[in-house]
């Protein structure tokens, strides 16, 4: 039984420095429940001069063959970001024997499956709570609390950013631009926003989540990835109008009859469904499983300290299997091949915005071409002049992805159509 | 290792049928995390002549003897429910080296203590994630996820009944006794209804969290209960005027200044609260941890399969431990001894609905009562009569609980007031 356990920390900026703090803050509870105290012996930075917020203590070094080479360390927890090195330096540890706890989404999610077995012949913990959902407990509640369900959904809002700027432009009728200008001085957005508004970010996370509940190996080149930049306040409106509320949604479901289908889009959902509440920089994650029903997670996405809470939680259960020397006790690389659901075999209700000439049997037309294509209309709205148009809003019953594709590009070629202005999902199953 | 893993069931009513259920249908699933096939060897009922909705296979017996007097059973699943023999049962089972898995509330929140240490000292595991919130994942967030944390507030809504019956009472504006009524035609509500409207099941539930968030022992006399007994629709009304919701919650909180404090009570919360949109039987519980921020967790609080859910967890749990001899590794006794927070000394606001004398210098008078009490007054409603005298409804700022008591000590010996109608606190907190 060790004595104490010595952490090499790869990075120090805002994950790093709020590792640091709760550690040092929260020393006693964390050392009363692994039984040993947590010390982080060395940092790896990449400019040693930088001004540093962080109690004293560690050894600042800018080259990681002291920490990785270090047989007294027992947990590297990588929070450097990006892919590489940080990738091969989790690798190399792994090999070492050394246990690894990372935040890092963009490794997991594109390397996870090297990484898993790498910890599995070595017989070492790989933990990664951080990486999807900040703070929020999620992987863990998949792993092991809903072990015992078959989960069919998983579906969250899982980028502070977007969700930041989508709260906005709806609660304050901003447009997009605006938007995200104020996110980018608030620090929320970078400067180069596209992983975010791009919805990239989202789909390694829901590559990530959907690998877990569904026992597969899903990447994000399995992931249908669409963003938020064309979301104009006008769709926002339609959606309060009908009772719906626009979020960007991670969604991973599968189906016995078509397999597995992940995908990240903007959607319509419910008011009065459980992720429509969720403002701001929150993020939450919709779990449905056939014996737990539904259950939702709730909490910071992101941040120094929630960041930091999800990854000093890995720190305490890595430390507890160290003490009792059972690392690598969970892992199970026991996944299985499973089909993927193409998403033109999904199916959903869908809001479609068009502009179209104001003169009469337009409406009929349009209609009549829906209908060719086995689409059916739950509601149409026509209401708004703009350009000398008419602008027709439409939301569909629940109808194949392949069904609208052919429909919507019949009525582009129609004589009488201006523009297609955007067309969205509705996730609209609710509650039962 | 073990090449198979042998459970004795005590219980075959709701949740045990539910976890023949959910073992048998997930079985591939389950086999695949824990490495072994699970089965369920033999089950205790009270009548061996009732018709059994299950699956043929386990041995049912009267005879408690039978199983845990059975060196092949590994894990006993208690889901009998009630204290006695459940508690001897369980206790026995763990002083016979077994790991025990529990639903019972009852049990849990009044011989934790004693549970806890018999597995300890006995090295096996003792798993109850099923006995607060049905099938949310909450036990084994707080112990692992947030173990980093220090935890200031578990609030939660845990009693099912009561909260579709609340949710009732504010949708369809039903009284009370209609909606219990119904509940209990439902078969949400027992003939006895003591236990979920007097708030006792969620004092225990609170019992069991604030002892794992705080690190604490809390036990049912430590918990202050009032029911839902006492809320008519009117003040349903005057909440929803004023931007809140009421809800039946279990809160626990721990300040360095006083303590921990426990209690179960109707409250007002606000509209745009997390908890306030959990609806029906859904139950949520929102933690408050100094890295982490706000989260909380949703789900089915109740019912055979969602309980199922997380007693089946737990045996995955149990199950992988097994089959790496780790059992009882996550255990610790390491509980500090705290202090207690009186309720007196804890503050909110509240919202009072009186009826007094209709005539003037009334309402001065009784603003003045409640002044000299140092309780400030925010929001005055007076719009109504009932029965010739004047409805009052007070919210107040932040004051402590003693000083809102002595003032109401005052205002009812005041020869203007008729009576005082209802006491409601103000759960006020927002998300930052
Ligand atoms: N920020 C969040 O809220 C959040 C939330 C969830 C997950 N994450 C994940 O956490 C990880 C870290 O994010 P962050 O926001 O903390 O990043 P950050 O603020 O940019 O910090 C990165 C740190 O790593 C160091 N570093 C980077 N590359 C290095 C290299 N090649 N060699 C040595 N040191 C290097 C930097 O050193 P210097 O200090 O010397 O520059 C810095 O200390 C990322 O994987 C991110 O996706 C972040
Ligand atoms: N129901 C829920 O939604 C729920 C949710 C969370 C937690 N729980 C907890 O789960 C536990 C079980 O609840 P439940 O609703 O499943 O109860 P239940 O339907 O009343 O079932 C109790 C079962 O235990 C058997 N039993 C009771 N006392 C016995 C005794 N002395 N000897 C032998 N067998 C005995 C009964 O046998 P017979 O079948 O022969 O009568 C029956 O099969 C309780 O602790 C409860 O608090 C329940």
């Known amino acids: 039984m060790k004595d104490s356990v010595n952490i090499g920390l790869l990075g120090l900026g805002t994950v790093g420095t709020g590792v640091v703090n709760v550690l040092t803050a929260n020393a006693h509870e964390i050392s009363q429940k692994t039984g040993v105290p947590v010390n982080i012996k060395k940092i790896l930075v990449r400019n040693l001069n930088k001004v540093r917020n962080i109690a004293a203590g560690a050894v600042l070094t800018t080259n990681a063959d002291d920490i990785l080479n270090d047989n007294d360390i027992d947990i590297i927890v990588e929070v450097m970001g990006g892919e590489q090195p940080a990738k091969d330096y989790m ?8 246990n690894v706890v990372t935040a890092n989404k963009d490794v997991v999610a594109k390397f996870g499956r090297e990484l898993f077995s790498a910890a599995e012949a070595n017989h070492v913990d790989f933990m990664f709570e951080a990486s999807v959902g900040g703070g929020i407990p999620i992987i863990r509640p998949l792993k092991q609390c809903l072990a015992a369900n078959k989960l069919s959904e998983v579906m969250g809002i899982v980028n502070g950013t977007t969700n930041y700027m989508l709260t906005k432009m709806t609660n304050e009728k901003l447009d997009y631009e605006t938007v995200l200008a104020e996110a980018q001085a608030k620090g929320y957005a970078e400067a ?13 996370k829901i590559a990530i989540l959907a690998s877990i509940a569904f026992n597969a190996r899903v990447s994000l080149e399995d992931v249908d990835v669409e963003g938020i930049t ?13 009772g719906y509320v626009i979020k960007l949604l991670a969604i991973a479901k599968e189906s016995e009859a078509c397999g597995i289908n992940a995908r990240v889009h903007p959607a319509f959902i419910p008011l009065n469904h459980p992720l429509a509440a969720v403002g701001d920089v929150f993020n939450a994650i919709f779990v449905r499983g056939d ?8 909490g910071r996405g992101a941040g120094a300290l929630p960041t930091a809470s999800a990854v000093a939680g890995d720190i305490v259960d890595v430390a507890r299997n160290l003490r009792h020397n059972v690392n690598g006790r969970i892992l199970c690389t026991c996944f299985d091949q499973k089909p993927f659901c193409p998403v033109e075999n999904t199916s959903s209700s869908y809001y479609v915005r068009l502009l179209v000439e104001d003169q009469p049997g337009v409406l009929a037309a349009i209609a009549g071409a829906f209908g060719a294509h086995n689409v059916s209309l739950n509601s149409v709205i ?3 002049k703009v350009n000398n148009c008419a602008e027709l809003v439409l939301i569909t019953y629940h109808v194949s992805d392949a069904n609208i594709r052919k429909a919507l590009t019949t009525i582009k070629d129609m004589s009488v159509l201006t523009t297609v202005q955007n067309v969205i999902r509705v996730e609209a199953q609710q509650i039962d």
Chains 1, 2 share one sequence.
Do not use: C, H, W
């Not at 180069?192 to 390694?204: E, L, Q, Y």
């Not at 064309?230 to 009908?242: G, K, M, T, W």
């Not at 014996?291 to 709730?298: C, H, K, L, Q």
């Open 291 to 298: 014996a737990v029903g539904e259950t939702m997670f709730y």
């Open 382 to 384: 026509q209401k708004r």
């Open 91 to 98: 690798l190399r540890a792994l090999n070492a024997g050394k």
């Open 230 to 242: 064309n979301i104009s306040p006008v769709d926002i409106e339609y959606a309060r109008e009908l």
């Open 192 to 204: 180069d926003p596209t992983a975010d508004v791009g919805g990239f970010d989202a789909a390694r």
